[in-house]
């Protein structure tokens, strides 16, 4: 069994709004978030919009303050950690950016956005970092002649592995990456998550995959957690989640897939009973989160939240009549 890399117990993360005429009010983007992921594993975390899957992802890097609860990076708390004291974890935790054009500078070459990161953590002299970029550059598919290019001369999946470059020039272990796909074309999608798992067998690194796309997120990951309003609802091993998804909330998103052919589709049943008990007020319940939407809710669920709990090998689900 593969020792775990990343250990969240309890994390709390809020937000607080603009004044308001009365109070401030405070949103918890976090809540209560337990769980761990292995050495060398791709751990998928899906949702919708606003589920709060990048802060939570942020979060553990250190990018978010937690407002409770505890971080571990191979066994050590990380979660008070400033300064100096948390300089070695940061090189060691690095990120992959949603957008591609926004990521880079566009007044910086491609050598210099790649070799940024080189210069704050050890000196080297600028023929060390040239070599050192050269082969990060051939690592991710582009070539030598890139080095004093500028972000505007390339396309959006070329940006993207110059940012996968910039990520790994410090060789850390563990790498989230925050919808790296999602900006990108159909077509361009597929080889920057082919080139990630490639990266991840070379390097031996392990990624936290934010995504919206189910179906890329089924196909790279090893395990998937299914986020909904800042709690984690449903966490199995890929296969399993799709195959007997048991929270109403997974089984709504992975009925939201397309499926490229019409015939299929047209004869596939919708979720129309969980859109009919859908509450447009959009007020918060104290139990379940999914209280308003779930269409197997009974009254006990609006008084009391449910925790992960497990069902079968490895699968754990937030829900009292996930067996129903």
Not at 60 to 71: K, M, S
Not at 121 to 146: F, H, I, N, T, Y
Not at 217 to 245: C, D, F, N, Q, T
């Amino acid at each position: 069994m593969r020792p775990d890399i990343i250990t969240v117990a309890n994390l709390v993360k809020q937000f607080t709004l603009p004044r308001t005429f009365r109070s401030a009010l405070r949103i918890r983007a976090v809540n209560n978030v337990s769980f761990s992921i292995s050495r060398g594993e791709t751990f998928g975390l899906v949702g919708e919009s606003g589920s709060g899957k990048s802060t939570l992802g942020r979060t553990i890097l250190r990018l978010y303050e937690p407002d409770a609860g505890t971080i571990q990076y191979n066994g050590a708390d990380i979660t008070k950690l400033q300064g100096q004291r948390l300089a070695p974890y940061r090189q060691q935790m690095q990120m992959i950016l949603q957008d591609p054009y926004s990521a880079l500078n566009p007044a910086m070459q491609v050598r210099d956005i790649i070799a940024e990161p080189l210069g704050l953590r050890e000196k080297r002299s600028p023929a060390e970092q040239d070599e050192l970029v050269k082969l990060m550059l051939k690592e991710v598919g582009l070539q030598e002649r890139d080095l004093h290019k500028y972000p505007h001369e390339f396309s959006g999946g070329q940006r993207q592995r110059i940012g996968i470059a910039r990520a790994l020039i410090v060789h850390p272990e563990f790498v989230l990456c925050d919808e790296p796909i999602s900006a990108l074309d159909v077509s361009i999608q597929a080889q920057v998550v082919n080139l990630l798992e490639d990266l991840q067998q070379e390097y031996g690194l392990t990624y936290l995959f934010v995504a919206h796309d189910l179906s890329m997120a089924r196909y790279i990951s090893h395990r998937i957690a299914v986020m909904y309003r800042g709690e984690l609802v449903e966490i199995a091993e890929s296969k399993e989640l799709y195959g007997h998804p048991l929270h109403p909330y997974t089984q709504m998103l992975l009925a939201s897939i397309l499926i490229p052919d019409p015939k299929q589709s047209r004869t596939r049943p919708l979720l129309a009973e969980a859109v009919e008990a859908a509450d447009a007020s959009g007020t918060s319940p104290q139990g379940c989160a999914f209280f308003l939407r779930c269409p197997r809710r009974a009254p006990s669920c609006r008084e009391e939240s449910p925790g992960l709990a497990v069902i079968g090998k490895d699968h754990s689900v937030a829900c009292f009549r996930a067996g129903d």
